[in-house]
């Protein structure tokens, strides 16, 4: 038990769909782009890494004629909010379909919108989604937290799970120093936390009640985000170099830019499974290219809850997005 309260338990799991069945195992995932997992508060239960999806309603924004840095900030900050875990990105993707008007979703999910006519005919994408976790197993009562290093950050942290009925908040139990000490071998130090073995709190006092909130296996679960802006436009946030990324490429489509030939703009998902399933579908259903360009910005503390990425970099690359638009 973990605070008097019974909850919900998850297990490790690959980011691939075949993974899901397998959740006895641990998977870890290369990944080539800055991802962070996140969890959010309720019953309890032991998580499982993967690729997921969340959101956070985007209010469409009045396209604007020349880009503005206010913007660019908004929308950073916006996407950083969101969570797009790998699969399941379909919040997010809804909140771009409402965001830009006139825009299309595909049979796997990414969102593309067409600028201009004629040729060359060329595209530019940004990914969506990001690592994170999944309900490996809902229990009757709490466990106890025990033992690799880039899962440590959950520990003692608020999550979000997201269920049937919505995002649930939920804190990363913390093992009791006065019930584990003296548990090791002299000299041998504690056993390192692990996500094998988080439990969420909920909240919940059953597994029913857990269930009733709509958190079933292979639910999502994130660190819940709460990007901040500080110093000289520094924005912290897990994955936040991609979502910055990403919201320059949105300001520059609504700086309404005099494209030359065609530019297909594509938000993708799915792009941290090997075959890259959502860039792959977009050139298949609306290619060839004459020439393709992925948005990327530097970030620091990378993979950690407080990436950091500085939005004048973003500034940036608005302006080399739109003169690559523009043929200049």
């Not at 909140?95 to 595909?106: M, Q, W, Y």
């Not at 709509?214 to 999502?220: C, E, F, M």
């Not at 970030?299 to 690359?317: H, I, P, Q």
């Amino acid at each position: 038990m973990i605070g008097g309260k019974r909850g919900v338990r998850s297990r490790h799991i690959g980011s691939h769909p075949e993974g899901w069945a397998r959740y006895d195992t641990v998977q870890k995932h290369t990944r080539e782009y800055t991802l962070q997992r996140r969890v959010a508060p309720g019953p309890s239960f032991r998580m499982g890494k993967t690729a997921a999806a969340f959101l956070l309603l985007l209010s469409a924004l009045p396209p604007v004629r020349l880009f503005a840095q206010g913007d660019l900030d908004r929308l950073a900050l916006r996407f950083a909010s969101m969570t797009a875990v790998t699969g399941l990105e379909q919040a997010m993707v809804d909140s771009l379909r409402a965001l830009f008007p006139g825009s299309t979703r595909d049979h796997v999910g990414n969102v593309t919108l067409t600028l201009g006519q004629g040729s060359p005919k060329r595209l530019f994408t940004c990914p969506l989604d990001e690592v994170g976790y999944v309900v490996g197993n809902i229990l009757p009562d709490a466990g106890r937290t025990a033992s690799p290093l880039f899962d440590q950050q959950l520990e003692g942290h608020r999550v979000s799970v997201f269920g049937a009925r919505g995002a649930v908040p939920g804190v990363v139990a913390v093992k009791s120093t006065h019930l584990t000490r003296g548990r090791s071998a002299p000299g041998t130090p504690d056993p390192v936390f692990t996500v094998d073995n988080a439990y969420v709190d909920v909240g919940a006092t059953s597994a029913a009640e857990a269930q009733g909130l709509g958190i079933a296996v292979l639910a999502p679960v994130s660190l819940a985000k709460r990007p901040q802006l500080y110093g000289e436009r520094l924005l912290a946030a897990p994955v936040a170099g991609r979502r910055a990324a990403c919201a320059a490429l949105a300001a520059a489509v609504q700086a309404k830019p005099k494209v030359k030939g065609t530019v297909v703009v594509a938000f993708t998902v799915q792009s941290l499974y090997t075959s890259n399933a959502g860039l792959a579908s977009v050139k298949a259903l609306l290619g060839p290219f004459d020439d393709i360009k992925t948005a990327a910005l530097p970030a620091r503390y990378a993979d950690t809850a407080v990436e950091t990425v500085a939005l004048a970099d973003a500034d940036r690359l608005v302006r080399e997005i739109l003169q690559w638009m523009e043929g200049r």
